[in-house]
């Protein structure tokens, strides 16, 4: 006896088991886009990378006006900008002294936005 007829399954389960049997499937995905895709969203996953990512949707900034705006260290500011930096979320143009940031996309905002107004509706 196999082990699916061995376990009873509640008349919703098997409702549930009815739609997804007829469901048509979801597109696969690479290991390795899966894998850039966690690597990306835990990029965004500190609260200040968030509040950066915030700011930059705006507006490009330079790390003195996250400083401001923030009320973070620039040390820190740097450190989080490097990270999204390098997880391709924001880039860098240099004007002067300074580094004006900016963002890559609005896709990535887009998450950050919903993620934030999901919270702020739970609230």
Do not use: F, N, W
Not at 58 to 84: M, N, Y
Not at 99 to 107: K, R
Request: aromatic residues 0%.
């Amino acid at each position: 006896m196999s082990i699916a007829a061995r376990v009873s399954t509640p008349a919703g389960d098997a409702e549930c088991a009815e739609e997804r049997a007829s469901a048509t499937p979801g597109p696969t995905h690479t290991p390795r886009t899966l894998a850039a895709a966690g690597d990306l969203l835990r990029a965004l996953a500190a609260p200040v990378r968030i509040a950066i990512v915030l700011q930059l949707l705006e507006d490009a900034r330079c790390v003195h006006d996250l400083v401001d705006a923030l009320g973070v260290t620039q040390p820190l500011i740097s450190q989080h900008l490097r990270v999204l930096k390098a997880a391709g979320v924001v880039e860098g143009e240099r004007r002067g002294r300074e580094v004006l940031y900016s963002l890559v996309d609005d896709h990535l905002a887009h998450i950050v936005v919903d993620a934030v107004a999901h919270v702020e509706e739970d609230a």
